[in-house]
């Protein structure tokens, strides 16, 4: 199990401590006497709580690895891994990635950086089931990034947050000084042709501004890179897309249906993105 592997930089979520193998090789323990069971699909659950119910769900994450594993958003992926290689990481760097999903992403870093450590983290039981597999380098571990996250301090050189939530005082904390925050975030134009026809949730106005403002007190900008291309979907593709993210908690099967119906296909959608850079500021 890839998670045997980082015991070293995870914490138990209720003291801190540092957590260790038990003697049966069954549950990691800290010197407290908090335990948690390896799940036999390889993850760790160290949430601490019941599951909350915006989780991402079993459909939801098999829609997403039929999209990503397809190629998709392959660009994103690429870029993200090149910024990831490109800030110091090498060969004993550990990297992580939160709200990691299916562990796409992360894997694809780790291919990039060789030798190189990650932590998938993600709140889904779901997802950290399925990013577990992802990679013979990625340790799946499920936790809430809103909470203290069961990370020690200090040790990772790369934290990617992917459409995902972030958690500026606890990425900070856990990042080394040298170390680099990726936040990939969608632009206006992303999906914008399907966000009428299929209700899609719409994207914050001043997205980035409010970017700057939820990190600035703990990180500065060190560069922002646009990935923009377009894509001709199929019926089907079209429906993973739309069922792979929060969408899925607001549409159901028959509106997704329907306005699936009313499009061509193929259906040539915009992706587009801003991956930008951040420094962690020093005290």
Known sequence: ?????????????HCGGPLSLSSDGRAVRC????S????RQGYLNLLGSKQPRNADTGPMIAARDHFLSAGHYQPIAERLSAL?????????????????GTGYYLA?????ITGARGVGLDVSVAAARHAARAHPRLAAVVADVWQPLPLRDGQFDVVSSVFAPRNAEEFHRVLKPTGRLLVVSPEPEHLAELREPLGLLSIEE???????????????????????????LDGATLSDLVRMGPNAFHLDERAIAQGLRGLPVPFTVTVAVTISVWAPRRP
Do not use: W, Y
Request: charged share 25%.
């Open 1 to 13: 199990m890839a998670i045997l592997d980082q015991l070293d930089v995870l914490a138990c979520p």
């Open 31 to 34: 010197a407290n006497g908090h």
């Open 36 to 39: 948690f069971d390896l799940a």
């Open 84 to 100: 990831a290689a490109g800030s110091g990481s090498g060969a004993d760097s550990r990297l992580l990635d939160t709200g990691t």
């Open 108 to 112: 694809t870093m780790l291919d990039r």
């Open 206 to 232: 001043a997205k980035s501004d409010r970017l700057e403002a939820a990190l600035s007190g703990r990180f500065e900008a060190d560069e922002a890179v646009r990935v923009q291309f377009e894509s001709a």
